[in-house]
């Protein structure tokens, strides 16, 4: 399946927060790449949360007015947030045409850290669709990296002959990255890090997303809609709720 993210920036207002479209010059991938970078209203050094988008929406895709309302609801505990840039269908992982799960950890994430002041020690991370994927993959392979992880209508696929065209470059690729492949394997593959998955009753990725959920022992969050950004929009307070509370209880540095 091509992902369907319909929708691009659809806010009224950032409520406060300061919002800043910056370049990172990618040694690792070899191009410069626009990021944002969001910083809730008040002072003090907080938490980074890291957002992955979808397929074919690029960083401020995932802007909304249930974003920003759902950050300003959180008072002192809503996080900075990076956006990372995931090109059109990186699916976030290194394959043959960069290495994008690399830069988004060893590139972004620090460049975040420093240009928002925020605590690297407290970092969580998650997506829609393709960076649902993303998410998952990268906290797959460095489990105690973060303190959270969110698969928000994650585009996932039980055998490789079922993925859409592009999100992997071949069976051999697909295999490394097989986050439920791997869960059937070991289903404490996240170890203690608090683990989020939804997606719409429409959403034709529910089926794995479920699956996932059952192989980790983990609720799966369901409502009405499907895999557009109206759904991620009307669902974004409560993906943000679960992201502070985790960075709230995430020891500092201990990450």
């Not at 040694?27 to 944002?36: A, D, F, G, P, Y």
């Not at 557009?228 to 990450?255: D, V």
Request: hydrophobic share 35%; charged share 20%.
């Amino acid at each position: 399946m091509l992902c369907a993210c319909s929708g691009g920036p659809s806010y009224s207002s950032t409520r406060g927060s300061s919002l800043d479209h910056v370049k990172l010059n990618s040694k690792l991938l070899h191009r410069t790449l626009t990021e944002l970078v969001v910083r809730p209203p008040g002072a003090g050094r907080r938490p980074l949360l890291v957002l992955l988008h979808g397929r074919g929406m690029g960083p401020d895709g995932l802007l909304s007015d249930g974003f920003f309302s759902g950050l300003r609801a959180l008072g002192r505990r809503a996080p900075d947030v990076l956006f990372a840039n995931g090109g059109d269908h990186s699916y976030f992982h290194d394959r043959r045409d960069g290495r994008w799960g690399s830069y988004v950890l060893s590139e972004a994430i620090p460049a975040a850290v420093r240009r928002l002041h925020a605590d690297g020690g407290r970092v969580a991370i998650g997506g829609v669709s393709m960076g649902g994927f993303g998410a998952l993959d990268l906290a797959k392979l460095h489990p105690h990296r973060f303190c959270a992880v969110g698969g928000h209508s994650a585009a996932l696929w039980e055998s490789g002959r079922e993925t859409a065209p592009g999100a992997f470059d071949d069976a051999e690729d697909f295999a490394r990255h097989d986050v439920i492949a791997a869960a059937r394997k070991n289903p404490h593959l996240y170890g203690s890090t608090p683990i989020w998955l939804d997606g719409g009753a429409d959403d034709s990725f529910r089926t794995a997303d479920t699956e996932l959920a059952k192989l980790l022992h983990v609720r799966y969050h369901h409502w009405p809609g499907g895999h557009n950004g109206a759904y991620w929009s009307a669902h974004m307070p409560a993906y943000l709720r679960f992201y502070s509370a985790s960075l709230a209880r995430c020891p500092a540095g201990s990450q």
